[in-house]
Structures are given as C-alpha cells and as structure tokens.
T-cell receptor, first 112, second 114 residues
C-alpha cells in the first residue's frame, strides 16, 4: 500500500541556512507525491507535487523537491531559510483508493 | 481564502453529544475529503466522496458518518462524543479526486469535547 514516512518530527535551522526535510515513500506503482505546508491555525497549502513529468520539482516560496526512485525518496529543500518558513510540513502520497495519505509531519523552526 | 468553507470554526460540547461539521467545497470541485488532526495521531484520513458517492474510507469510527449532498457540500456527523474526539477536523476538496489532483484545504473546525 502507498505510504510516506517523514524522518524527523522537528528540524531547526538558522536563518539563511539550507532547509532539508526528508520524506520516503512506499509504493508499488509510480506514485503521485506532494508536499504541503501548514502555518499555525491554518489549513494545509500545497507547496509542490510530483507527477513523473520531471524528477526535480519546483514549488512556491523557493522550495523544491527531487524524486529519487532508487532511494524511494522525495526530500524537500530550500537553499536559504527565512523566518517566515517556520511551519509544519507534510509529505503525502496518493493511495490506491485515491485517498491522500499524509506523513506525520515535520515542524520546522527557523532561528534568527 | 482557499475557497473551501468549513463551519463552525470552533465547537465546544460535552461527552455523549452529537455534532455536525459542514464543508462547502471550492467551486467546480467534485470530490470532498475529511481529515482529523490531533497531536497524538497526526493527520488521519477519514473519508472521501466524489460527486455524492463514497469513494474511499480511512480510519473513520463507526460513531462517525458523513455524506455529500447533490449541491456537493458535505457534512461530517460525530456522535456519542468522547474526550478523545477533541481535534481539528479538516475538509479538503479536489476536482476529480484522483491522480495528480491536488487537495485544497479549508481552515478547519476545532472540536473540543469536555
């Protein structure tokens, strides 16, 4: 069954540092993968999605993710963290039944 | 504003009671999803509807039920409420509910059971 695992429930970086949030997927078929962001007291917003058109996917706010089949990974990166990036980030995969399955989330803290 | 409307935003009730959460999907979206978000369980998929029909079922308790009406709005009914049902309930909608279709989330309904 399709599922995702996010490594690290909390990640802390300094402002201007690289952001790396890890997501590994489990899927027997080419997956549809997504990253969402949740700011405090808000719903989730789409950052980017992978649909097999390109392995490097660019999203909003300077984020990007690379699909690596050999590593079953879809890690989210941003070259330079900004204070406004502090939020919770969720990796998700479209399931066989067309449900959307989310990882446990990674809370990103950005230190000044 | 995402275009997905959830009411009420906050709800406080007592154990044993029943509540109804309402969701209006984004204009043009046919599929509605319900999720429960709590600190200990994370974001749990409850149920999905597509154009009035149930399409997928997740970890939804028997005390919970949902439906999608002809005008495409959806309601999540929670009955015999327990303390552990306190959570943020999200509705999301998408155009077709499959493949690369993305979900657009509402702001959520925060349920507190006392």
């Amino acid at each position: 069954a399709q599922s995702v695992t996010q490594l690290g429930s909390h990640v802390s970086v300094s402002e201007g540092a690289l952001v790396l949030l890890r997501c590994n997927y489990s899927s027997s078929v080419p997956p549809y993968l997504f990253w969402y962001v949740q700011y405090p007291n808000q719903g989730l917003q789409l950052l980017l999605k992978y649909t097999s058109a390109a392995t490097l996917v660019k999203g909003i706010n300077g984020f990007e993710a690379e699909f690596k089949k050999s590593e079953t990974s879809f890690h989210l990166t941003k070259p330079s963290a900004h204070m406004s990036d502090a939020a919770e980030y969720f990796c998700a995969v479209r399931g066989r039944n067309n449900d959307m399955r989310f990882g446990a989330g990674t809370r990103l803290t950005v230190k000044p | 504003d995402s275009g997905v409307t959830q009411t009420p935003k906050h709800l406080i009730t007592a154990t044993g009671q029943r509540v109804t959460l309402r969701c209006s999907p984004r204009s043009g979206d046919l599929s509605v999803y319900w999720y429960q978000q709590s600190l200990d369980q994370g974001l749990q998929f409850l149920i999905q509807y597509y154009n009035g029909e149930e399409r997928a079922k997740g970890n939804i308790l028997e005390r919970f039920s949902a439906q999608q009406f002809p005008d495409l709005h959806s309601e999540l009914n929670l009955s015999s409420l327990e303390l552990g049902d306190s959570a943020l309930y999200f509705c999301a909608s998408s155009t077709t509910g499959s493949g690369a279709n993305v979900l657009t989330f509402g702001a959520g309904s925060r349920l507190t059971v006392l």
